[in-house]
């Protein structure tokens, strides 16, 4: 059974930074993509980074320089840190990664908060 736990959020001041970790279990990290959404009240759930399945990298424009996600296979876990936080990044965090065969299986996390106080 495949487990995705989040953990790191809280609550920090503006300009502030945060490394979000989420930890896999059941699941063997080669290929796989992963990547970080985000969902603040009211709104859609949004990407914010990404692994490919290739390697690249990509990050939604409000993000860019700010957030770096990077993955340690060694230890199944994929982290985010975020520098320079400001208010409108405030949302619940989720990690997504999915098997490494394009057919397989996409993991969701249980998510976790991040507020950011201006």
């Known amino acids: 059974q495949v487990r995705l736990v989040e953990s790191g959020g809280g609550l920090v001041q503006a300009g502030g930074s945060l490394r979000l970790s989420c930890a896999a279990s059941g699941i063997t990290f080669t290929f796989n993509p992963m990547a970080w959404y985000r969902q603040a009240p009211g709104g859609q759930r949004e990407l914010v980074a990404e692994i490919t399945r290739r390697g690249s990298i990509r990050y939604v424009d409000s993000v860019k320089g700010r957030f770096t996600i990077s993955r340690d296979n060694a230890k199944n876990a994929v982290h985010l840190q975020m520098n320079s936080l400001r208010s409108e990044d405030t949302a619940a965090y989720f990690c997504?990664?999915?098997?490494?065969?394009?057919?397989?299986?996409?993991?969701w996390g249980q998510g976790t908060q991040v507020t950011v106080s201006s």
């Open positions: 997504k990664i999915s098997e490494a065969d394009p057919f397989g299986a996409t993991y």
